[in-house]
């Protein structure tokens, strides 16, 4: 048997074949021509998934809720993919929680799907591999692909703000409000969902958050629900579900969801253009004379904006722009 | 009385003029040639600051250790300044937690400067901006200048990976020494402090960080010692930093500090490129044809990669690459 042409692993994946599924995620997650072959391939398939991003601090309890979240999906007998997207980290590889582990109760469920994705240190990566990787599993046939992101920084909030609608999950304490607030998290909210509720302090969050809303002036129907739920134990997770379809309803009959997608398609373009001059921008600094200019800078002999500007104009020369 | 220019003001912020001092950091934080011509006049002006990152998770009581640092620095009677890194956000602009608010029993102390920055939204600008700012401050003469950042993605941990040695503060609990494992802060701690050490499992958390650091085999010198902390009391700070100072002894006599801010010079030049690549990128996909493609991309007539590839050519036809 020959070796399967990225065209061939998707149509396996399409028929249910899991493992090509699998190897599909995989070559988009390495990029480079077979990831771009990828998206050649799934663009005019349009999959009719709908994408959820689920975003928090770490530790607020964001794959529990995730799990908590894949019995509801499934009790109502639809697919559903979890895609968690990792930062880059070559010392752990993502494989401390792997994605067995993660699947729980559903590992068997051949209705759901669970991968993990890491950059593995390519500048601009994730946010330009996790919007190929939603298009890959729509065309798989899922009904949902759910997001979840590890941390809250500025990428991790970027890829879950891509998704069709956004579940901040923040924990009791005043803090996590502010926190919540400090790291961008209000601008892509569209569902709160105060997790671990059942300890002390979950009201005044909730009220905190209110608040911080009112402030921001937004008003009926584009202000996020806050949600109380208890992922360990599934408390509450069938009304965050709810709130979830309820305000999809909300921004497919408003027109607001084709307008995010349009905008979302225009960051994606401007990602991969960025991505394509990044990897201009490495191949100009990764030579003996970029090491020497690295030398002057360190030393106090030349400032790293002259640095830039020689490296820029010596890689003009050597590989001048083509289409 | 004119306007004052870069030169100028740099020159009062030698000279102890706060305002002066936050006036050019602005400058720098806004990017474009006033910040260029600052970086031009900082980098022949061997300031003699160290500069310690303090990273980890939200919430796990970073601006607190950091203000009970102040108390110990400002004991040995060293000028210090802390630099507090915020994801972009339009929505906050980083006011919630003002500088004054955070600067506490030292709002008096003009030994001791507090700044938050925020990157405003332009790509790679915290990358870029922070190392600059922590030039000025030592030109300004500051013996120490901490680097705060507020979450832990993938931009904060590189901004405090940038610094001469780097603190990663966690709280007691298993969950947490995985998250750091997870976000990558294993491969940039220099010194450990698991905060809130008060709080049941501290020693526990210790086991497990250590466990960590064995598994990737870490040792000797390079091994980051593990401390315990409580930054509302000031219970082990003194330990905290005197480890920091002796790790940046080793440091620097092993020949690691120099080799480090080698390196580090050689990933600010990079930035500066892919930053000057970036602002061409949006340049590029911001025009009415880069909208038709966002809409064709939308309606899955046409793959992300295609439109990029229109846009790039157009791009180099339009504007071709100059020294």
């Given at each position: 048997m020959g070796r399967r042409t990225p065209s061939d692993l998707l149509a396996a994946a399409r028929d249910g074949d899991r493992a090509a599924l699998a190897r599909v995620l995989s070559l988009i997650e390495r990029g480079g021509e077979p990831a771009r072959e990828v998206g050649r391939l799934v663009v005019r398939e349009s999959g009719s998934a709908a994408t959820v991003g689920i975003t928090g601090a770490p530790g607020a309890g964001k794959s529990t809720l995730t799990n908590a979240l894949l019995d509801v999906i499934r009790a109502a007998d639809q697919r559903v993919a979890v895609?968690?997207?990792?930062?880059?980290?070559?010392?752990?590889?993502?494989?401390?929680?792997?994605d067995r582990v993660r699947m729980g109760d559903h590992a068997l469920d051949d209705q759901v799907f669970v991968r993990s994705m890491a950059t593995r240190g390519h500048l601009g990566g994730l946010a330009v591999a996790a919007p190929e990787a939603v298009r890959?599993?729509?065309?798989?046939?899922?009904?949902?692909?759910?997001?979840?992101?590890?941390?809250?920084?500025?990428?991790?909030v970027e890829v879950a703000g891509q998704a069709d609608a956004t579940l901040v999950v923040v924990n009791p304490g005043w803090g996590d409000a502010v926190q919540a607030a400090k790291a961008g998290l209000m601008e892509i909210a569209d569902v709160f969902v105060i997790n671990k509720a059942d300890r002390p302090g979950a009201t005044e969050?909730?009220?905190?958050?209110?608040?911080?809303?009112?402030?921001?002036?937004?008003k009926g129907d584009d202000r996020p629900p806050v949600c109380l739920a208890v992922g360990t134990s599934g408390e509450g997770v069938a009304e965050v579900w709810s709130a979830v379809t309820q305000r999809l309803g909300h921004l497919r009959s408003s027109g607001m969801l084709d307008e995010r997608r349009r905008r979302r398609a225009g960051d994606e373009i401007t990602r991969l253009v960025a991505a394509r001059l990044l990897e201009r921008a490495?191949?100009?600094?990764?030579?003996?004379?970029?090491?020497?200019?690295?030398?002057?800078?360190?030393?106090?002999?030349?400032?790293?904006?002259?640095?830039?500007?020689?490296?820029?104009?010596?890689?003009?020369?050597?590989?001048?722009e083509r289409g």
């Open positions: 895609l968690a997207v990792d930062p880059s980290s070559p010392f752990t590889g993502g494989a401390i929680l792997g890959v599993l729509g065309v798989a046939g899922f009904d949902w692909v759910l997001v979840e992101t590890v941390g809250v920084g500025q990428v991790e969050t909730r009220r905190d958050l209110e608040r911080v809303l009112d402030l921001a002036g937004v490495q191949a100009a600094t990764d030579s003996d004379r970029a090491a020497d200019l690295a030398d002057q800078v360190a030393a106090g002999k030349l400032d790293p904006w002259s640095a830039a500007d020689e490296l820029l104009a010596a890689h003009a020369e050597a590989a001048p």
